[in-house]
């Protein structure tokens, strides 16, 4: 499995920006793809996951109602559509495949990140 992020961008607190994932391949020991971010400093942290089937997602309660989540089979890519952006919404963001837990052991595979950076 590999997987692709795109997206990210400099952007004002409020604004909203799209990110995509791009996911190429896939085993019978995933389940879906998550996004984790890393603030600057900080451990890297789950943010939102979703299954294959589009059917099932999880949210941190740090985003929910202003994140969301979705994928398009068709084009094997997974979105995250971010909403009233934050400061501390900062961080690089990352995609993953595996068992949609909420951690960073419930991943196996990893895209590169790409850097979101929301400005006050």
């Known amino acids: 499995v590999q997987l692709q992020a795109s997206g990210g961008g400099l952007v004002q607190a409020g604004d909203s920006l799209r990110l995509s994932c791009a996911v190429f391949?896939?085993?019978?020991?995933?389940?879906?793809t998550g996004w984790f971010r890393q603030p600057p400093g900080k451990e890297r942290e789950f943010v939102a996951a979703i299954n294959w089937g589009g059917s099932s997602t999880q949210y941190a309660d740090s985003v929910k109602g202003r994140f969301t989540i979705s994928r398009d089979n068709a084009k094997d890519t997974v979105y995250l559509q971010m909403n009233s952006l934050k400061p501390e919404d900062t961080a690089v963001y990352y995609c993953a495949a595996g068992l949609l837990g909420v951690t960073t052991r419930d991943y196996d595979y990893w895209g590169q990140g790409t850097q979101v950076t929301v400005s006050s």
């Open positions: 391949g896939r085993t019978f020991s995933t389940r879906g």
